[in-house]
């Protein structure tokens, strides 16, 4: 039996191992991967600059790269949300630099000019609902303007502290001026609608109510603080190509606007007369003047 069952031993034995096999498997697991490491890269540089950012909120959460769409890619390209609204416009610049005076930004004026919008939108929202001014919409937004001045504001005994004035006009609906003053943070306006020109059809027509930028209270009547920034705007013919403006020991060529005329100086002495306004066609013949027009007031009060 010992002998039959050591014959049987060495005539059992256990099937070689399939080298050849495990090998071929070994070698295309290694070709898979790679394959699969490649298709990775191919992705990864397709894809542009910027397009994986940090998706955590800054709040100790996980910082984690998630895609987000490229920024150049159209609204069919990414796989969620809408396209950005577009962002609301300010207002339009004056025509020249010049006219932005005192150091005063274009962004401060636009800022101030704001301000004063918001002040007239919270004024209109106070009236009652059946208030006709409320039915108006109020002013409008700074879109609708464009800047044509701004200067500093010399504080007198009606109103104190300096300050600075923003000038903005618009023509539609209707055509409206408003002098937006800015003075230790609070708005103030004065505001004309519908046109400044009177009865009369003249080529130059002042602004009615431009003596806001020109004069001081009529309390510090002979007792003007010094040197003063003034200001004068006003409408224009197209048939107009020139305006200049005389004040006290000042003077100023005007600037041209979209149909505003403009104009500023600085006063270094006491004044009882109020602006001097000229205008001229293009061959230089005097079109306006107004010493001659019945409707200027010529004196200060």
């Known amino acids: 039996m010992r002998e039959l069952l050591a014959e049987d031993a060495y005539t059992i034995r256990p099937s070689p191992a399939p080298y050849p096999a495990i090998r071929r498997r070994g070698v295309l697991e290694r070709r898979r991967r790679a394959a699969a490491a490649g298709a990775v890269v191919a992705v990864l540089?397709?894809?542009p600059v910027g397009a994986y950012a940090l998706g955590g909120d800054g709040r100790g959460g996980s910082d984690t790269a998630a895609p987000r769409p490229s920024a150049t890619a159209s609204h069919s390209q990414a796989s969620t949300g809408s396209p950005a609204a577009p962002a609301p416009s300010g207002p339009e610049r004056p025509a020249t630099p010049g006219q932005l005076l005192d150091g005063i930004s274009f962004e401060q004026a636009t800022r101030g000019?704001?301000?004063c919008l918001?002040?007239?939108a919270d004024r209109i929202k106070s009236l009652p609902k059946n208030s006709p001014s409320r039915?108006?919409?109020?002013l409008g937004r700074a879109s609708e303007y464009r800047i044509i001045l701004a200067m500093r504001s010399t504080g007198d005994t009606n109103a104190p502290g300096d300050g600075i004035h923003v000038v903005a006009v618009k023509e539609r609906p209707q055509q409206t001026r408003l002098i937006c003053t800015i003075r230790d943070g609070q708005p103030g306006l004065n505001t004309s609608v519908g046109g400044t020109a009177g009865d009369a059809a003249h080529p130059v027509y002042p602004d009615i109510n431009s003596g806001k930028l020109y004069q001081q209270s009529f309390l510090d009547k002979g007792n003007w603080k010094l040197p003063f920034r003034w200001g004068i705007v006003g409408t224009v013919q197209p048939s107009v190509a020139r305006v200049t403006?005389?004040?006290g020991d000042s003077s100023a060529e005007a600037v041209l606007d979209h149909g505003w005329f403009v104009?500023?100086?600085t006063l270094h002495q006491q004044v009882t007369k109020a602006p001097h306004v000229k205008g001229y066609d293009a061959a230089g013949k005097?079109?306006?003047d107004s010493d001659r027009d019945k409707e200027y007031e010529k004196t200060l009060p």
Do not use: I, R
């Open 45 to 47: 540089a397709a894809l």
């Open 113 to 115: 000019l704001e301000q």
């Open 118 to 120: 918001a002040f007239d």
């Open 135 to 138: 039915s108006t919409g109020g």
């Open 245 to 247: 403006v005389s004040y």
């Open 263 to 265: 104009a500023s100086g």
């Open 286 to 288: 005097l079109v306006y």
